[in-house]
């Protein structure tokens, strides 16, 4: 059966490179380099082929996806020969890109926001029934967006749904892209830090609904390599003292995190795995440097303190140089298979398993790597 990936955001960097890798595999162009799901001990899972993959998406923009993979060609993402041979597959995604929702939605002069999302629900339905498709998968890959003014979460499913119907915009674009998923029975992913789908009521629609959810903030660079060095240093029993940390990046990216608020909700996700793992908060920040020039290239430095025995003092850096959409492509298509798989298992609420994905897990407070693989391993095997 076919099993359709609706991708909010559907025109970026990210999920332009989600549709290109998508072909690429299915057609032998490229191996499945980053993909977790392809890994030994994944494969004869039974999780969907790539070739049983069918994209569509919402965004607020009108740019083609086979524009965008030109810009990704040029800064040296998609390989020239490969753009050609998936401009096909580009011009189909393409075709089922519906509008998105803009800030603010609803409000005066404005349908409500529950008006909006049935639009949104509307967009889900249609694509899933004239597709054929088994289920949809909803992945947000948008640009990260500002915490919530004002902020739902203390809200029953009740009470937000006789909310939407007012004048005034009560959820952010993330959260009601989820409560649309959730209310057109697809799974969500939540690959940002956006609010999205972790508001106390939309928790009790994906329960209600038997649906299953994961998130948030996808770890593809300098989060990653702390969650799997963190533990060396605690189990090591060496004490750190501080671990300070400076990210540039340029692209869409970074000049959504050079505003403030979207840049705060980044820089707690990146470091609340910290705390976790360790045991005890340290010395240190996270800044994140909007460099233009870089593109959809980024670069994170980090500075370590640490004690050694009889209290020597001692240090570690590292340096991070990575292309973003190819680190988070081959993870959205991961979360997309893994996710049908828990959509056809029945489960409903988050899934703590994939919080091996995430800087922010729902549903798991586990935050090192290792653990998260082993949880995420013996999910897929049960």
Partial sequence: MMVGIWLIGARGSVATTVVAGAAALRAGLAPPIGCVTELPEFRGSGLPGFGHLVFGGHDVTSTPLTKRAE??????????????????????????????????????????QAAVARRLIGDLAEFRERRGLARVIVINV????????????????????????????????????????????????????????????????????????????????????????????AVRGLAVRSWSGTNLLGGGDGATLADPAAGESKKISKDRALAEILGHQVD??????????????????????????????????????????????????????????????????????????FKDPVGSGEHRLHAQYEALRQWLEA
């Fill in 142 to 233: 948008s640009s990260t967006e500002p915490p919530a003014a004002p902020d739902p979460a203390h809200l029953s499913l009740a009470a937000l749904e006789r909310a939407l119907e007012g004048d005034v915009p009560l959820l952010p674009p993330s959260s009601l892209y989820a409560y649309a998923a959730l209310s057109a029975g697809c799974p969500y992913v939540d690959f940002t830090p956006s609010t999205g789908a972790r508001l106390p009521a939309l928790d009790e629609l994906a329960r209600r609904r038997g649906l299953p959810y994961a998130g948030s903030d996808a770890k593809t660079g300098e989060t990653l390599v702390k969650t799997a060095l963190a533990p060396l240093f």
């Fill in 284 to 357: 240190g920040q996270t800044h994140i440097d909007n460099v233009p020039h870089l593109g959809d290239w980024k670069t994170a430095w980090d500075h370590i303190t640490f004690d050694g025995f009889l209290g020597v003092r001692m240090s570690m850096q590292f340096t991070w140089q990575g292309c973003d959409s190819a680190l988070a492509a081959p993870l959205v298509l991961d979360l997309a298979r893994l996710m049908a798989r828990a959509h056809e298992r029945g489960v409903a609420g988050p899934v703590a398993e994939f919080g091996f994905f």
């Fill in 71 to 112: 810009e990704l060609t040029r800064s040296g993402v998609i390989p020239p020969p490969l753009a050609e041979l998936v401009r096909p597959a580009l011009d189909a995604a393409d075709s089922e890109i519906r509008p998105g929702v803009t800030v603010p939605s609803g409000g005066s002069g404005q349908d409500s």
